[in-house]
């Protein structure tokens, strides 16, 4: 069973960037993906990026297109999740999340590895 724990959470300014990182105890199947996502007070979860661990496919949601990146460094079977013009909007608690497949980004409940969370402030 793996294990996840984020951390790089913290308060930034409007333009502002984060590295988030997850780090996975275990071991990561080739086939498996691993996402980060998000939730706001009393919004939903939210798909944010998602890489596979085989390399290849990497997926985003359009809002953050161009200013997040998802990278994986399997030496150290982390994955990272580089923010850059932060904006208020993005304010939320990061969960990493892994599941065997296809990275749904949609589809929150497909994952049954979560890590406990790290929280990104944006303040204008």
């Known amino acids: 069973q793996v294990q996840l724990v984020e951390s790089g959470g913290g308060s930034v300014q409007v333009g502002g960037s984060l590295r988030l990182s997850c780090a996975a105890s275990g071991y990561m199947a080739t086939g498996n993906c691993v996402a980060w996502f998000r939730q706001a007070p009393g919004k939903e979860r939210e798909g944010v990026a998602g890489?596979?661990?085989?390399?290849?496919?990497?997926d985003y949601r359009d809002s953050v297109k161009g200013r997040f990146a998802i990278s994986l460094d399997k030496a150290k079977n982390t994955v990272y999740l580089q923010m850059n013009s932060l904006r208020p909007e993005d304010t939320a608690m990061y969960y990493c999340?892994?599941?065997?497949?296809?990275?749904?980004?949609?589809?929150?409940?497909?994952?049954?590895?979560w890590g406990q969370g790290t929280q990104v402030t944006v303040s204008s």
């Open positions: 999340a892994a599941r065997g497949g296809s990275c749904y980004l949609s589809s929150r409940e497909r994952f049954p590895t």
């Open positions: 890489i596979y661990v085989g390399g290849g496919r990497i």
